[in-house]
């Protein structure tokens, strides 16, 4: 596999109770979406509009100071975390689910990306490179 490929990474502060203050903290190839005070936060919802996939990881101790930068991906090529067993191959749409993993896009839900590496029955958890196509619908 290729993978990823920037076209525009942008540093941006991350929420103190960045999704709801998870024991991981930041995990990277997760959809976030924008929060209160121009920061981020977990997206796991595809009726939010993603900002980006974040593509680096932030321990929890650091991201409750309220004072990390983390990399967010917002064009180009990515890989992004799967969040729910499904069949993708290229050309697929995919939106922001549980967990700020990607699944198959359905109708009238915000797309974070297009599928354009590595496709095929894939398991919760995998990695899969995707074309990010901000504001699309499906």
């Known amino acids: ?3 990823a490929s920037y076209v525009l990474d942008k540093g941006y502060k991350v929420l103190s109770t960045y999704n709801s203050s998870a024991a991981a903290g930041v995990t990277p190839y997760r959809c976030v979406k924008t929060a209160t005070g121009q920061t981020i936060d977990l997206n796991a919802t595809a ?6 996939v974040v593509q680096e990881a932030v321990d929890a101790a650091k991201v409750a100071t309220g004072k990390v930068v983390a990399d967010v991906r917002m064009l180009g090529i990515t890989k992004v975390f799967v969040t729910t067993a499904a069949s993708l191959v290229i050309g697929s749409k995919v939106m922001a689910g549980t967990g700020g993993g990607v699944l198959l896009a359905t109708s009238t839900n ?27 619908v499906a």
């Open 1 to 3: 596999m290729a993978g």
């Open 47 to 52: 009726a939010t509009l993603s900002l980006g």
């Open 110 to 136: 915000f797309v974070v990306g297009i599928v354009v590496g590595f496709g095929g029955t894939l398991a919760d958890g995998d990695i899969v490179d995707i074309l990010l196509t901000p504001g699309m």
